[in-house]
């Protein structure tokens, strides 16, 4: 009894120190919204506005956005929040920080009821590690998908530990996988995997109870329907073709083994090889931090460099103990979840990779449970768990909270946030915004002004010639209120007195020179880097 | 006496020496070298199965120091502990962001360490070793392919082994601790990790010959 209360008191900490590095600055930190925050923002905005998104359409199966095509659930989920507290940065992230900490709750409770008798020590300490460790903090700090993806997964998960006794279970079960389709795009592909994972583990039981087997697999087709019946439209398979080295055009560009006979076979299993294999390099898992600029931290890789220990360690904890289901469960994810990413060109692309990443994080918890245990010394173990704990949040803080939000504010739409509240004083002139091409500054500025849906679904209407799923092409001109947004500033009527706004690059000192241009205003980044100057025409 | 069974048993190291494309790309610019490794790998073999005796490990830890030695000096990795015009604009930039912690992080032995870290990281990358550090190429070093990617089950399985040996565990963390410190451009790449590295791979496919022998001899 005394025990139990130790470990819940314990279990609260836990979670009471996850829920801070959550929420703390959340609106803040990131200094700006991402475009896919600020897109998914925003047609879950026009959606309860008008009950269409900004394209006009009722409830898609995937989101147009700016032409990505995004998985659209969480975009769906973002109206209640919105209804009820407004657009804002904070109402984006807050749904999916407080997934971030069910995350926790459901990898206590995952490993504590995998066990007999209960080991309350793994679970605590791998909550611990997910609590703490800098790709779960990330995410659960960015309005996107990809942590919703993995609770709907994890859900399946522990329903799947009582599902010997209840046999039913196995209908929610494929019912929570099909949902998580809806959420990522990867999970598209990893809740089928997990789903005929399922199925074999507990195929004797299964074909027992046929019924329920029958409809838990007629459920999860049902509800995939949506999505099969576009699967041959660009848009449903748009990042796909986006991303993949799957294709004659690629390999043509990049391939090694041209004059070999099954070359491009050959090319395509090593490339498949190799990103595969790269997900588990330790240089990766515990140093280099993702490529991403918007994915990742300065300095700071997924996991902490002092857990390549535990890793190492865990490894062989985890093999040992791989009859109890759970365990089996977590050697089969991390196997079997690289798949959607190892098949795409972005090295450790870590987004598509969450499920993972939380089954790595179990691993360093066994390492770390086995090597607590070897410490006999009361006083070492406290001394080395406030020692790597503080190493921890010292990185974190440095390198998430202070470093990230200084050198990456332009990642983070920062400047379109200030570009915002600085126009607020020229509302009566015209505004010429200009924007890289491919890029869509648009969705950023209808964001933080928060743009009215009917006005933008009035311009959108005939831009999708071809059908909303087909359509998959990028237009980036758009106009809102007194702001015309283009990648092509200098086609303007010289006799209008304006104001143009661009980066140095697109508006340079010569050029303003040369088109008699006054500036009235510089927007910095909170690394002192002009991100976007203002020029006053003079007709 | 040399039987049979041992000139056997030296066929995984050799076969692994010669379907590497290191130890070629190592005979065509240091013989010497070269044929060192043969021996060390040959050698680093028998001590993780086992089969070594004294003279046989002094004989590989004196190779391995000669080879360490003519690797190293006049190759050490200047990047370490110089820092570069980007570190200096970056410390810079950094120290007026969070000046109560910049002294700490950006102290010279901190940042050697940061350093020293990446640089070992590297070393114990799969890729690093199997497809030329594909897909995340490191600028302005010309990484190239070591060993075919079809032998990494057999670093799995030749891992298993040196980690139940103490001393071929030492000197693998040896060898890798040592490698950060060369010059990462060095186009023979860390040559001291070679033999060790091949010995893996040797140990790992006699594991999987005992192992589908012992299957077949079952069958039939």
Redesign the interface.
Known sequence: MIQRKKNLLLLTIIILLGAFLRFYQLGNIPPGAYIDEASQGYNAYTILLTGKDEWGESFPVFLRSFGTYPSPLNTYLLIIPIKIFGLSILTLRTPTAIIGILIMLLTYLLIYFSTKPRLSKPALFTTLVIAISPWAVLYSRLGMEVNLGLFLLLIGFVLSLFIEKKPWLFILIALSFAIATYAYTAERVMSVIFLAGIVYYFRKLLWENKKILAFGIILFSVLLLPQLFLLNTPGAIRRYSQQNFLNREFYNQNGKFQNIIFGEQLYYAREFASQYIAYFSPSNLFSNPDSQLSRSSPNLSVFYLWMIIPFFIGIPVLWKNRNIYFFKLVIFVTLTSLIPAAITRDPFYTSRILPFLWAISIIIGLGVTNIYERVQSKTLRVFGLFLILGWSLISLYSSYFVLMPHERSSEFGYQYKELTRILQNYKDQEIILNTDIEFPTYIMMAFYMKYDPVKMQSQTKNRLPEGYYNHVGFDEKYTLDNITITPDIWTLDKNKSQILVGTPVAISPSQAESHNLSPIFTIRGLDNQVLLEGFQTNP | MITRTHLSILLFPLSMFLLSFWGWRIFENNLLVFLMSLILTVLFFLIIEKKSNFFLNATFLLLLIAIILITIPGRLNQYIWEKSDLDIITIT??RS??PA?GSA?HNKYFLAA?KY??GL??A????YY??AS???ERATIDDFEKFL?IF?PLLILGMIKVFKNIFSLIILLFVLALSPILDPRYYLGPVFIFPIFTAILAVGAKVLFDYIRTKRRKYL
């Open positions: 930039a950094q962001y969070y912690f992080f940061n870290q990446q990281m590297s114990i990358d799969v890729n199997f497809f594909h897909p995340r990617p990494i």
